[in-house]
């Protein structure tokens, strides 16, 4: 019968954790990035639906709720970029405003459904 050998690993040579090479957080978000670039187009869409509603007083040019009956049913222009709707008040503004409620929605019910292990 042939004894057993026991091997020891060679603690010369190894290195701690400590001693490797990190990679910046810049280089793994380009590793990120190459590796799964819809997952990447997807999370800058939702970055600027965030920053666009934190930021939406000072993106806004008008009152999302102020009538103008004189800017009624305008189109798109230099001045109102998606144009007006019935009551004279600026789409765009209503959109910036409006996904300051989708966003409290969606991430109310994600927080819900990851609480009640429905996901």
Do not use: C
């Not at 954790?17 to 280089?27: L, Q, Y």
């Not at 187009?41 to 009956?69: C, K, Q, R």
């Not at 019935?86 to 409290?104: E, M, N, P, S, W």
């Amino acid at each position: 019968m042939a004894e057993a050998e026991m091997v020891t690993a060679d603690t010369a040579r190894l290195e701690s954790v400590d001693d490797v090479a990190r990679k910046s957080w810049f280089a793994q978000f380009g590793d990120l990035v190459r590796k799964q670039p819809l997952g990447a187009a997807g999370g800058l869409i939702v970055l600027v639906m965030i920053l666009a509603t934190i930021f939406a007083n000072v993106l806004s040019p008008y009152d999302p709720e102020a009538a103008s009956f004189e800017h009624m049913l305008v189109p798109p222009s230099s001045d109102f970029w998606f144009g007006t709707d019935a009551f004279g008040r600026d789409i765009l503004t209503r959109i910036i405003y409006g996904a300051r409620t989708a966003l409290f929605v969606g991430f109310t019910a994600a927080f819900v459904g990851l609480r009640q292990d429905w996901f």
